[in-house]
């Protein structure tokens, strides 16, 4: 039901990615990327702000990520959407009382390929993000045994 463009910066990193649907933008994301172009923020834009343009600094805020990488492979992402409490008690986005919605944490076989997602939507009941009580909503799990190029040995 909709296209969607995506913008690159001069070294090939994500800049933006617009969703568009009969000629108007609906949605787009903007990207921050450290310095080796690592995705490190996401912001998901849902509506125009008061000046009712697109692409400007008032439009209206659906959720962010924050993404952590460990060896330069994905490691842990956090999500705060506008919905659910994001901006806390403050009432202001990016802030130190940003309220998590949900985590995902990547793991990853010996030799590189990724094995498992966890997706995470309570802290538990330490209120700590991250540690091993959280609640769990959903697990994927990569089988790469079957792949051409994976040389997984049986049992791994």
């Not at 901006?87 to 094995?115: H, V």
Request: charged fraction near 30%.
């Amino acid at each position: 039901d909709y296209e969607t463009l995506y913008e690159y910066g001069e070294k090939g990193n994500k800049l933006r990615m617009v969703r568009i649907k009969s000629g108007e933008i609906i949605q787009y994301t903007a990207f921050e990327n450290d310095p080796s172009n690592l995705i490190i923020k996401d912001v998901v834009y849902k509506g125009r702000g008061q000046d009712a343009l697109w692409l400007t600094s008032d439009d209206e805020i659906e959720k962010y990520h924050l993404f952590w990488y460990d060896n330069g492979k994905i490691a842990r992402i956090a999500e705060y959407r506008a919905d659910h409490s994001g901006r806390g008690m403050d009432n202001l986005w990016f802030s130190p009382d940003d309220q998590i919605f949900a985590t995902k944490e990547f793991s990853y076989c010996e030799d590189g390929y990724m094995s498992k997602i966890k997706k995470c939507i309570g802290p538990g009941s330490d209120k700590l993000w991250f540690t091993k009580d959280d609640i769990v909503q959903y697990y994927t799990v990569y089988n790469y045994a079957s792949h051409p190029k994976h040389n997984l040995k049986k049992g791994t």
